[in-house]
Nanobody, 124 residues
Framework: QVQLVESGGGDVLNGGSLRLSCVAS????????VGWFRQEPGKEREFVGA????????YYGNSVKGRFTLSRDNAKNTLYLQMNSLRPSDTAVYYC?????????????????WGQGTQVTVSR
C-alpha cells in the first residue's frame, strides 16, 4: 500500500512562494496519478492539480493556473508543488493524493490514498 507524506508548508507573506513536497513509500509515483487538494476550515476539499501517467497529462484548478506548477522526480519518488504569487485565499491545508488510474480527474472521491496534510498560511 502506497503511503504519502507531505512537507514544505508554512507561513508566507502575500505574493511570496513555497514549494510543497510529497514523498511516496510502498509504491512508485510514476505508476500513479498523483496530485494536490486543499481544504479550508468548513469548506470542501478543492482540487489544486494532478499529474497522470506521463508528464503530458497535467491539470490545474482554475484558481491556481499560472501560479502553481507541478513536477515529479521519479528517482526520488517525490511530487512537488511550486506555489508562486501566493494570496491569502490560498491559505489551507494541502493534501497529497494518489489514484491507480492514469487518468487525471478532479473528483476527490476518485483518489484512494491521502497524506496527512501540510498547512499553508498566507498573510496580507
Amino acid at each position: 500500500q502506497v503511503q504519502l507524506v507531505e512537507s514544505g508548508g508554512g507561513d508566507v507573506l502575500n505574493g511570496g512562494s513555497l514549494r510543497l513536497s510529497c514523498v511516496a513509500s510502498g509504491g512508485t509515483l510514476n505508476s500513479l496519478t498523483v496530485g494536490w487538494f486543499r481544504q479550508e476550515p468548513g469548506k470542501e476539499r478543492e482540487f489544486v492539480g494532478a499529474i497522470g501517467w506521463g508528464e503530458s497529462s497535467i491539470y490545474y484548478g482554475n484558481s491556481v493556473k499560472g501560479r502553481f506548477t507541478l513536477s515529479r522526480d521519479n528517482a526520488k519518488n517525490t511530487l512537488y508543488l511550486q506555489m508562486n504569487s501566493l494570496r491569502p485565499s490560498d491559505t489551507a491545508v494541502y493534501y497529497c493524493a494518489a489514484r491507480s488510474s492514469g487518468v487525471v480527474v478532479t473528483d476527490r472521491s476518485s483518489y484512494h490514498v491521502w497524506g496527512q496534510g501540510t498547512q499553508v498560511t498566507v498573510s496580507r
